[in-house]
C-alpha cells in the first residue's frame, strides 16, 4: 500500500516521506511514547534518567525479541529446508517484541531498585499507540492481512503483495492481478492499539497509585483485541496449533498473567496504603 501511495503524493507535487515506512512509524512512535511517559514520571517527582534508560532497553530489546521469536517460530522450516534461509528471511513479532520489552525493562528496573509498576503504568498508554503505529506500518507493508471478504471495509492490496501472491497460489486470481477483498486486520489491531492507549491514558490520570494496575488494564484489552482480531487474519504463515495461532496462545497466557498480577497486587495494595512514586 505505501508504494500506492507514495505514487498518489509525488502525482500531486508531495513529498513521498509523508507516507513513512514500518520502521520510521516505529521510530516515530517510540520517541513520542518516551516523552509522554518522560512527562509523566516528572509530574509523578520520579527521577527520570533510569525512565529514560529503561525505555532505552525496552526498544532495543523489542527490536531483537521481535525477530527472535519469528525465527524461533521457523526453526522447524530450517531443519526440514536444511538452510538457514527461513530463519533469515524472519520477520518481527508483535507480540515477541512486547514480551522482550517487558523483561528488558523489568531486569533493569530491578537491578537499579525502581518501581517497575510505576514505569509500566507510565508507559501503559504509549505502549497503545507504539501498536497502532507498528500495525498500520504492516498495513502499508502489506503484511498480516485479513481473509476474504464482502464487507464495505475490505481492502484489495496491489499485484505483488503477499495477499496477492497468497490469492494467486491459490488458484482465486491470476498471477499480477489485485488481491481479492479482505479485512484490513492491520488496521483493526492499530485501533485496538489506540482504543487501549485511550483508556490506560484515562486510568493513569484517575489513579492515585503507580502500582502497575494501569498496564496490566492495557494488557488485558489488548491481549482481548489481539485474539479477537486473530480470527480474521487470512495469513497462514504466522502459524497455528491445536486451531489457535501463536499470538492467541500468547493472548490467553498473558490474560492468565494479568489476572495472577492483578490478585498479587490487589493483596499489596490492602496490605499498604502508602502511595509508590
Do not use: K
Not at 6 to 11: G, Q, S, T
Not at 70 to 88: D, M, N, Q, W, Y
Not at 96 to 119: D, K, N, Q, V
Amino acid at each position: 500500500m505505501r508504494p500506492i501511495a507514495v505514487e498518489w503524493l509525488i502525482a500531486h507535487r508531495l513529498p513521498g516521506w509523508l507516507v513513512p515506512d514500518y520502521f520510521a512509524l516505529v521510530a516515530l512512535s517510540t520517541i513520542a511514547a518516551t516523552a509522554f511517559a518522560l512527562r509523566r514520571a516528572r509530574a509523578d517527582g520520579a527521577e527520570r534518567s533510569h525512565q529514560l534508560r529503561a525505555a532505552a532497553i525496552a526498544y532495543l530489546a523489542a527490536l531483537a525479541g521481535g525477530y527472535l521469536v519469528e525465527a524461533l517460530r521457523r526453526v522447524p522450516a530450517a531443519i526440514a529446508a536444511r538452510s538457514l534461509g527461513p530463519l533469515a528471511g524472519a520477520g518481527r513479532a508483535a507480540y515477541g517484541g512486547l514480551l522482550c520489552a517487558m523483561i528488558g525493562a523489568t531486569i533493569y528496573l530491578h537491578a537499579h531498585r525502581e518501581s517497575i509498576g510505576a514505569f509500566f503504568d507510565r508507559a501503559a498508554a504509549g505502549t497503545g499507540l507504539v501498536f497502532a503505529a507498528v500495525r498500520t506500518g504492516c498495513f502499508l507493508a502489506g503484511c498480516d492481512y485479513g481473509r476474504v471478504t464482502a464487507s464495505p471495509l475490505g481492502v484489495r492490496f496491489p499485484p505483488g503483495s503477499l495477499a496477492a501472491i497468497d490469492h494467486a497460489r491459490r488458484g482465486w486470481i491470476q498471477s499480477g492481478a489485485r488481491s481479492l477483498p479482505v479485512h484490513p486486520t492491520e488496521l483493526y489491531e492499530a485501533a485496538v492499539g489506540l482504543a487501549s492507549a485511550a483508556i490506560a491514558w484515562a486510568l493513569l490520570r484517575r489513579a492515585r497509585r503507580r502500582d502497575g494496575r494501569v498496564f496490566l488494564a492495557w494488557l488485558a484489552l489488548y491481549a482481548a483485541g489481539r485474539f479477537a482480531v486473530e480470527l480474521l487474519r487470512g495469513d497462514e504463515a504466522r502459524g497455528v496449533y491445536f486451531g489457535l495461532s501463536t499470538a492467541q496462545w500468547i493472548s490467553l497466557a498473558l490474560l492468565a498473567f494479568v489476572a495472577i498480577a492483578g490478585s498479587c497486587t490487589a493483596r499489596s495494595r490492602s496490605a499498604s496504603p502508602v502511595p509508590s512514586a
